[in-house]
């Protein structure tokens, strides 16, 4: 099956093939660093890392670019708030994104492009965009001039007309039209700057963008990706600045994320509605809040809440659970061959399945919730298998190796787990074992008060329980 993807600007997925056989070439917008990254930065570039593992899975080789906006009116204020350097603030929060990164088992981008540390190529695109018409310097402010480019508004589907009643022209701006956008804006001697033709300034938010992903990836670049309340005014800007340069499509498919919500509300910094990532990652693991974002198909609203990430946390472990036990019996076989059995037969044929609805859920705009579901078919079978004929399974080193190696290839797009598949299940101390007993012996007295009341005090001792038709089998949590 040939991967499909959705496509933003056409509204419809599409077979992909890439521009340069063999090779991707993904620009995904990185954050503006004026704060700690939140949960609703992570679903993007979660999304993002997950759709750069896919395709390196089909045998691409991928370029990946991520960017940081370092300069912005937000990132001087925090820093004469704070009576700093801007760089400062910068730093401090592009180190905590990458730290959250790490926490997620984000790959790092092949390249981290940050705007100050590409002022010439701005510069040198604003002059291309003046020379074409698209640009004009009005005081010491530079902008674009929309209706110039007559295709705009293509990608969020909006009209010219429809745009200009919201527009207007704020204090200090001398642009010739509302809707005309900053690309270089003339900056006050104490602020940050940089020399240009047009007097000292900076980069509009915009600008840097195209010309970084055009700087790495080509006039036409194969994706181009973040969250889908950047399609209206940053992406629109973005391929109106770099069509109107190159005369090139920009980008051939549009990907972009849906948003993280809570209580209703999109989780951002101006409605105060979001959760830090440091926060959530006191309460939660990484892997747990990586299985919980990947759980939704990236194009969907997806809500955030404590309820939500217990609910991951408790199916993840059910995951863990199964390559524990995969690996514990394998430890029991040793160097043994192990026994052929219909059984096992049985269980190589149900990791086959998981394997092709895995590429198909993959193939189908890059359906990480439908792959997930694949996973747990072949965890299902194996644990009824299992359950079924425990001596067969549990000596067949043939089949036991199939499905580790098959839930190995699924991480591996998935990245699920960051220090690799759980190892087996760990010894138990004699204390918790002697009141999983004492709990049996109450189970089967029909005392079941006892019992719940034993459950509890090895769950407070950080244990896990789990009643199976063999036994109870018990885990640290």
């Not at 603030?89 to 981290?112: G, M, P, Q, V």
């Not at 698209?134 to 009209?159: E, I, P, T």
């Not at 926060?279 to 809040?289: I, P």
């Not at 009141?435 to 109450?442: I, S």
Request: with cysteine.
């Amino acid at each position: 099956m040939a991967l499909r993807v959705y496509d933003t600007l056409r509204g419809e997925k599409r077979e992909f093939e890439p521009i340069e056989e063999g090779k991707v070439g993904i620009y995904f917008c990185g954050m503006t660093v004026q704060d700690k990254p939140h949960m609703g930065h992570m679903l993007a570039f979660v999304a993002g890392d997950m759709i750069r593992r896919y395709l390196e899975y089909k045998g691409y080789d991928v370029t990946y670019i991520q960017n940081f906006t370092d300069i912005d009116d937000k990132i001087i204020d925090k820093a004469k708030e704070e009576g700093c350097d801007y760089l400062e603030i910068a730093e401090r929060n592009i180190k905590a994104y990458f730290e959250s990164a790490n926490a997620l088992n984000i790959k790092d981008a092949t390249i981290f492009p940050r705007a100050t540390e590409h002022i010439q190529e701005i510069v040198d695109l604003i002059r291309v965009l003046e020379e074409k018409g698209y640009a004009y310097q009005a005081g010491r402010d530079v902008y674009y001039r929309v209706r110039a480019f007559a295709n705009y508004g293509k990608l969020s589907k909006r009209k010219i007309d429809d745009l200009k009643s919201g527009a207007r022209i704020e204090v200090g701006e001398e642009k010739e039209d509302p809707l005309d956008f900053a690309l270089w804006k003339g900056a006050d001697p104490s602020d940050p700057g940089w020399d240009s033709p047009w007097g000292r300034g900076r980069p509009g938010w915009h600008i840097e963008c195209s010309a970084m992903s055009m700087k790495y990836l080509g006039n036409t670049l194969d994706f181009h990706g973040g969250g889908e309340d950047l399609i209206f005014p940053h992406h629109e800007n973005e391929l109106a600045q770099s069509e109107g340069a190159t005369g090139c499509d920009f980008v051939h498919f549009w990907l972009h994320n849906g948003l993280l919500n809570l209580s209703g509300e999109k989780m951002s910094k101006s409605t105060g509605h979001f959760f830090a990532m440091e926060d959530v990652l006191r309460e939660f693991d990484g892997d747990v809040v990586r299985f919980y974002l990947l759980s939704t198909h990236f194009r969907s609203q997806s809500e955030f809440s404590r309820d939500r990430l217990e609910e991951a946390r408790r199916g993840f472990e059910r995951l863990q659970l199964a390559c524990m036990s995969i690996e514990e019996n394998l430890g029991k076989i040793g160097s043994a061959s192990g026994v052929s059995a219909p059984a096992g037969e049985q269980l190589k044929e149900a990791a086959a399945k998981a394997k092709e609805n895995f590429i198909a859920a993959m193939d189908d705009d890059f359906n990480s919730a439908g792959a997930i579901g694949a996973v747990f078919e072949l965890v299902r079978a194996y644990n009824k298998l299992l359950d079924e004929n425990a001596m067969a399974i549990g000596e067949d080193r043939e089949a036991l190796e199939e499905v580790k190696g098959t839930i190995l290839e699924f991480d591996s797009v998935l990245g699920l787990f960051k220090m690799g598949l759980p190892g087996k299940l760990e010894a138990i101390p004699p204390e918790i074992t002697a009141l999983v007993d004492k709990r049996q012996e109450a189970r089967k007295a029909k005392d079941f008060a006892t019992a719940d009341a034993l459950r509890e005090e090895i769950e407070r001792a950080g244990y896990v329980i789990e009643d199976r038709p063999d036994g109870a089998r018990v885990r640290k949590k």
